[in-house]
Nanobody, 122 residues
Framework: QVQLVESGGGSVQAGGSLRLSCTAS????????MGWYRQAPGEQRLLVAE???????TYADAVKGRFTISRDNARNAIYLQMNSLKPDDTAVYYC????????????????WGQGTQVTVSS
């Protein structure tokens, strides 16, 4: 059973920085794609950033230039450095990941962490 454990959330004033961490465990296989999603109260859960095991990253337009996702394959971990935080970044941030099963692109189930709260005050 894959487990994703997040840490690093908290409260910060606008303009500040936070760094989120997520470590995967419980599987003999690494997760080929890992990333961060966020969900604000009453809103849908949306992609923030994703990174492949090869280091290719994708960002939501709202965070480009402010957030940086990175990955440590040896530790099965990803990180999200969040700079220039805004009140609109306030949400629960979820770590997520899945495996790519074959060369045709079939994927396994998406796994989720329990979430970590990020609150940005103005």
């Amino acid at each position: 059973q894959v487990q994703l454990v997040e840490s690093g959330g908290g409260s910060v004033q606008a303009g500040g920085s936070l760094r989120l961490s997520c470590t995967a465990s419980g599987s003999r296989f690494s997760l080929d794609v890992m990333g961060w999603y966020r969900q604000a109260p009453g809103e849908q859960r949306l992609l923030v950033a994703e990174v492949t095991s090869g280091g290719r990253s994708t960002y939501a337009d709202a965070v480009k230039g402010r957030f940086t996702i990175s990955r440590d394959n040896a530790r099965n971990a990803i990180y999200l450095q969040m700079n220039s935080l805004k009140p609109d970044d306030t949400a629960v941030y979820y770590c997520s990941g899945y495996r790519v099963i074959n060369v045709e692109g079939a994927v396994g189930p998406r796994h989720w962490g329990q979430g970590t709260q990020v609150t940005v005050s103005s």
